[in-house]
Nanobody, 125 residues
Framework: QVQLVESGGGLVQTGDSLRLSCAAS????????MYWFRQAPGKEREFVAA????????RYADSVKGRFTISRDSAKNTVYLQMNSLSPEDTAVYYC??????????????????WGQGTQVTVSS
């Protein structure tokens, strides 16, 4: 089992930055590809970013490319999502997920192994 706990969400203004964290416990963190997803009110959950187990590969949704950066710290068993130039369209609950398959899926519809509970990000205009 892997337990994932997100933190760092909050209320910010347009143009601000925010860094989300996802702390993992349980099985070996370094074995998992890590993901960030988000779900806005009334919308389906969508893929945001992914990072391979060794940090050599990343993948981003087009909507966040150039603004968001995913990274991981194996010593801290934590994955981060640095979000810059935030806009109201980024308002959502952000979730992290872990998956043991060595692929960087770009869809929220894949069956990922573990999910966190989410952290709310609200961007005011």
């Amino acid at each position: 089992q892997v337990q994932l706990v997100e933190s760092g969400g909050g209320l910010v203004q347009t143009g601000d930055s925010l860094r989300l964290s996802c702390a993992a416990s349980g099985r070996t963190f370094s074995n998992y590809v890590m993901y960030w997803f988000r779900q806005a009110p009334g919308k389906e959950r969508e893929f945001v970013a992914a990072i391979s187990s060794d940090s050599s590969r990343t993948r981003y949704a087009d909507s966040v490319k150039g603004r968001f950066t995913i990274s991981r710290d194996s010593a801290k068993n934590t994955v981060y999502l640095q979000m810059n130039s935030l806009s109201p369209e980024d308002t959502a609950v952000y979730y992290c997920a872990a998956d043991s398959r060595p692929y960087l899926f770009g869809s929220a519809r894949a069956a990922y192994d573990y999910w966190g509970q989410g952290t709310q990000v609200t961007v005011s205009s």
